[in-house]
């Protein structure tokens, strides 16, 4: 099977009708996230890069129809009109690295309806956990103020493509490092990485571990320090650093405890040792919040490790987003259900310097000295243009959080810049709305609703 079977099963009981009953017109879905988690005051743009990647290799083949006729327990020829499918749709979405705020499309896929409707899943999944762990390492590196992150997630992920995702979007956010040599490779990012108390242990005393470290890599390193106690490990390693001569660049990583306090300690013995270069690492489960927490303490720890609480956004693990109609064969569609109304029709979002960003018609003129979020990726089934970049997609994230009210860069109690919707749209809601209404059959009396 490819990927293409890789998608919920009612995906492809709607596109076997659809194509049954002759609907296969040019279809528009938006992704976009309906609200922000708590302590949430932007959200970054991510997963747009390989979402792209599984629409150039989307395509039916044999393996995937036999796997929908089995699991629909239909004979495989109902399921023939879906084979050969492949995307050759377009996509427009906000690049990587943009902040975007509730309301506004992540994603809008212009598509034959079967197409549209079969990549759905993937699509959600992709954009749902890239933004979510982007928006939280965007968090820590803020949070930070100026001191370097590095990811340590890759053990606690839940599963290796999530691991190699985390390393990816640290890096998108700001991160110096990873402890993932794949994904180091694989991304062109600097591997970091120090030791385990199993390393120490092993050896049956600090002095020797770190000795026997330092002579295997020669270069700076870092000791783990609290194996035992961690003020007497930071003893031992400041005397093993004095008489090998090593200093600059080195480090030592407090990962259990008052992390502040020790850093502390640590810190008044490396000094009185005269080692004020060798920098102090912590680490152990550290987020957005624990590293805010000792910035704001003063605590000199000069590099945090992050990893489990990261590489899962274990406060938010999930964006509630949706993939909704929103146009077929030109006509504006829309969702009445209570407290999931959708605006009908493409989208345009504009972001305009010194004011809210504006949600608006795809094809009302844009406000003066407006930038365009949504940009079209790809036309036909293949992308407009070369690969993205991670340095461009920090880049961009840079720029657009300098932008932001500190008030929404806040990790406790942030505010979220609200979007504005245009008059246009505004007036194309209430106008589908009403149709919507009045087409029902035995329809109740219509109740005014604001989306």
């Known amino acids: ?47 747009l890069e390989p979402a792209l990647d599984y629409l150039e290799r989307f395509r039916v083949g044999p393996e995937d129809v036999a ?37 506004e499309p992540l994603l809008e896929v212009t598509a034959p309806l079967p197409q549209a409707q079969l990549v ?13 762990v982007a928006s939280k390492a965007a968090r820590c590196v803020l949070a930070a ?29 700001g991160f110096a490092a990873t402890s993932n040599v794949a994904a180091a490779t694989a991304y062109g990012l600097p591997a970091t990485g120090t030791m385990a108390h199993s390393y120490i242990e092993a050896f049956g005393n600090e002095e020797a571990a770190f000795r026997s470290f330092a002579l295997t890599h020669p270069g700076p390193v870092t000791f783990l320090v609290d194996t035992y106690d961690t003020e007497a490990g930071t003893e031992v390693a400041a005397k093993v650093f004095r008489e090998m001569g090593l200093g600059e660049g080195c480090a030592i990583r407090l990962d259990s405890g008052d992390l502040g306090e020790l850093a502390h300690r640590s810190r008044r013995i490396l000094d009185r040792a005269g080692l004020p270069e060798v920098r102090i690492v912590a680490s152990g489960g550290l987020d957005e919040y624990a590293v805010d927490d000792l910035v704001r303490a003063g605590a000199p720890i000069d590099v945090f490790a992050v ?7 274990a406060d938010a693990p999930y964006l509630d987003t949706a993939y909704k109609l929103v146009s077929y064969a030109g006509r504006p569609v829309m969702k009445l259900s209570t407290a999931k109304v959708t605006a009908p029709g493409p989208k345009a979002v504009w972001r305009r310097p010194g004011g809210p960003d504006l949600i608006a018609t795809r094809d009302e003129p844009p406000p003066a000295g407006a930038e365009p979020l949504l940009r079209t990726v790809m036309t036909d089934g293949r992308r407009t243009g070369p690969r993205d970049t991670l340095r461009a997609a920090h880049e961009r994230l840079t720029a657009d959080l300098a932008a932001l009210p500190r008030d929404a860069l806040r990790v406790r109690g942030p505010k979220m810049p609200v979007p504005v919707v245009s008059d246009r749209l505004v007036g194309l809601t209430d106008e589908v709305r009403k149709r919507i209404e009045r087409d029902r059959p035995s329809a109740p009396a219509a109740r005014p609703h604001v989306p």
């Open 307 to 313: 990893g489990t609480k990261v590489g899962v956004a």
């Open 1 to 47: 099977m490819s990927e293409a079977a890789t998608t919920d099963l009612y995906e492809v009981t709607m596109a076997m009708s659809y194509m049954e009953h002759g609907l296969t017109g040019p279809a528009t879905f938006g992704l976009f996230p309906r609200r922000l988690p708590p302590d949430r005051g932007f959200l970054v743009a991510a997963g």
């Open 145 to 173: 103020d100026g001191r370097r992150v590095v990811d340590f997630s890759l053990r606690r992920t839940q599963g290796l493509e999530a691991a190699m995702a985390a390393a990816r979007l640290g890096a998108l956010a």
């Open 120 to 132: 759905e899943s993937v699509l959600l999944n992709q954009l749902n956990h890239h933004t979510m």
């Open 67 to 103: 796997a929908f006729a089995e699991a629909l327990h239909r004979p495989l020829a109902n399921l023939a009109p879906l084979l050969g499918t492949r995307f050759t749709g377009e996509v427009r979405a906000v690049p990587e690295g943009r902040v975007v705020l509730a309301g």
